[in-house]
C-alpha cells in the first residue's frame, strides 16, 4: 500500500487543521492506521491510531487526547487527523503509517508496529 499525506499549513496556536492520508491499493479497511510526527532533533513519536474495519478501536499519546481526533473512510481509503487547539509544540513534520491487522483490539503505538509510510508533511503552530 502508498500513502500519501496532505493538509499541513502553518497555523497560529489555537487554531485548527485536518490532515488527510489517501491509501492506494486494495484492502485498505484491513489495516490499522497510524499517525506519528517527528519534530527537529527528536525521535518519531506516535500521535493517533485507528483500527482495522470500521475503526472501532482508537488509540491517542497523551499529549493530544482531547484535541485530536483521528477517523477513517474506507470508501475513500484515507484516513484523517482533524487538530484542534495547536499547540506552538505540537510543530513537526506528521506521517501517516498503515499495518495490516488481524484484529480491531490492539493498536501500536511503536513505529515498528507499521510497515507502510507516507511522505510526511510539515505542520508548523506559531505563537
Known amino acids: 500500500v502508498q500513502l500519501q499525506a496532505s493538509g499541513g499549513g502553518l497555523v497560529q496556536a489555537g487554531g485548527s487543521l485536518r490532515l488527510s492520508c489517501a491509501a492506494s491499493g486494495r484492502a485498505f479497511n484491513t489495516y490499522n492506521m497510524g499517525w506519528f510526527r517527528q519534530a527537529p532533533g527528536t525521535e518519531r513519536e506516535f500521535v493517533a491510531g485507528?483500527?482495522?474495519?470500521?475503526?472501532?478501536?482508537?488509540k491517542y499519546a497523551d499529549s493530544v487526547k482531547g484535541r485530536f481526533t483521528i477517523s477513517r473512510n474506507n470508501a475513500k481509503n484515507t484516513v484523517y487527523l482533524q487538530m484542534n487547539s495547536l499547540k506552538p509544540e505540537d510543530t513537526a513534520v506528521y506521517y501517516c503509517?498503515?499495518?495490516?491487522?488481524?484484529?480491531?483490539?490492539?493498536?501500536?503505538?511503536?513505529?515498528?508496529?507499521?510497515?507502510?509510510w507516507g511522505q510526511g508533511t510539515q505542520v508548523t503552530v506559531s505563537s
Open positions: 485507528i483500527s482495522r474495519s470500521n475503526g472501532i478501536s482508537t
Open positions: 503509517a498503515a499495518d495490516y491487522s488481524r484484529t480491531v483490539s490492539y493498536i501500536s503505538a511503536s513505529t515498528n508496529g507499521y510497515a507502510y
